[in-house]
């Protein structure tokens, strides 16, 4: 019974998978398996941003090339908005130009991979940003929490 309580009180980690082609997607989702996370897809640049603002994804994994919108500028957008710009992004991509590379730089790209995705490569990268969004999310609370207290004791003090 401990166990199960324990499961529940640890979040899962939420990866969101954004590739236009099935068999990307489903490729890319099969090697995360092994992590204990909750997988989420999205075919397209819309459909990609309408999952980040309902769901919040810990970590983004993105296609570059998509029809309707470019994983840059889904990028740029997660980016650019306060209330997602911390959810890391790793560009999943056939692109290795360095003009490619300093766009998706420029758009906000924590990460690359490159196609054809290796597992390993893949794992270890997931875990890493994942562990980095836990420490950042686990700082930003503490930060929270202290500044709380120091009002607190502002307050106190005034009286």
Do not use: W
């Amino acid at each position: 019974m401990a166990d199960n309580d324990t499961d529940k009180n640890e979040k899962k980690a939420v990866i969101l998978v954004v590739d236009d082609n099935e068999q990307n997607l489903e490729l890319i989702q099969a090697y995360l398996e092994d992590l204990d996370s909750e997988c989420l897809s999205a075919y397209d640049g819309p459909e990609a941003l309408e999952v980040v603002s309902s769901r919040k994804p810990d970590l983004i994994l993105l296609d570059v090339m998509m029809p309707s919108m470019s994983g840059f500028e889904v990028c740029r957008r997660v980016k650019n908005n306060p209330e997602t710009a911390n959810i890391p992004i790793i560009m999943v991509t056939a692109l290795n130009e360095y003009g490619d590379i300093e766009r998706a730089i420029d758009s906000g790209t924590d990460d690359f991979l490159s196609k054809p995705v290796n597992k390993l490569e893949l794992l270890t990268r997931v875990k890493t940003m994942l562990k980095l969004k836990h420490l950042s999310d686990t700082l930003e609370r503490t930060l929270a929490y202290l500044s709380e207290m120091e009002k607190q004791a502002q307050a106190t003090k005034s009286d």
